[in-house]
């Protein structure tokens, strides 16, 4: 039978399957990413973050991701950090600082010494073309009509699309209800992760995330980072700000259009092993 190594990790309790595929090609099926994500008969994760060589000069290394549905997707953000701190812990590089390559464009983690990391996020992006989400028109706030109740949304893509909302109380948000009915929203052409953001203070926010393709998560990078900037353009929170997802928080800072955005947070190795792969 054949066999796959691997690394599981997590960030915030976001967790991960790292395969390194800088010397063995990566040719897993949909199917069986899908059954070794399975937190049941598989190992177990959010996503699969795949490691490539770089395809241009210049850049450290390419970065792949998969949900737990087996699709490919343009970014995750504590995959991120992980994906940094496997690549130094796999002695793939001696930097602390890397240029990776996404589906969604460049970004570059640092990893500090006290074993945080801090990722360029790069730029988010407001064009509803860009999102994509139709019928959009770029405001910081726009109405959604979800089964009949029209809720406000801040409709943003940080190399993935994300529709944030602000509640009173995150704990009695409809999270896992109306979560999913906007992740397949026709207007979103392409899925959307929905957030669930309540303002503690101009510091400091709650946050819980239906991710696109996994559910809800402990903790999603570019949610806290979609937040963020949701929350800055409307005016109700600061530049730099403190993000509680149930796994743990992350700081995020934005300052405003024409700059990155850039998350800082935790992240850890849990086990390595090998995954027997079954037919495709």
Request: with cysteine; net charge neutral.
């Amino acid at each position: 039978m054949t066999t796959r190594g691997f690394t599981k990790m997590q960030g915030l309790g976001n967790d991960f399957v790292v395969v390194d595929a800088t010397r063995e090609p990566f040719a897993l099926t949909r199917t069986q990413i899908r059954a070794l994500a399975d937190r049941h008969f598989g190992v177990g994760c959010d996503q699969v973050l795949v490691v490539e060589n770089a395809r241009e000069p210049g850049n450290d290394f390419r970065y792949r991701i998969f949900n737990a549905d087996g699709d490919e997707v343009e970014a995750c953000g504590n995959g991120a950090r992980c994906f940094v701190v496997f690549v130094r812990d796999r002695g793939l590089t001696a930097k602390r600082e890397i240029r990776v390559e996404t589906a969604a464009g460049i970004i570059v983690p640092r990893l500090a010494d006290d074993g945080e990391v801090t990722v360029d996020m790069g730029e988010p992006r407001f064009d509803p073309r860009a999102i994509p989400f139709a019928g959009g028109t770029g405001a910081a706030a726009e109405p959604l009509d979800v089964d009949g109740a029209v809720v406000s949304v801040s409709a943003i893509s940080m190399g993935n699309p994300h529709a944030v909302q602000v509640v009173a109380d995150v704990d009695a948000a409809p999270v896992t209800t109306q979560g999913p009915r906007i992740e397949r929203h026709p207007r979103f052409a392409q899925g959307a992760n929905a957030g669930y953001m309540q303002i503690v203070d101009r510091a400091t926010i709650r946050l819980r995330v239906w991710e696109r393709g996994a559910g809800e998560t402990l903790a999603c990078g570019t949610g806290a980072c979609a937040a963020v900037v949701a929350g800055i353009r409307r005016g109700l929170i600061d530049r730099r700000v403190r993000v509680h997802a149930r796994g743990g928080a992350l700081s995020v800072e934005w300052n405003g259009p024409g700059t990155p955005v850039r998350m800082t947070g935790p992240a850890a190795t849990v086990f390595e092993g090998r995954w027997p792969v079954p037919a495709s």
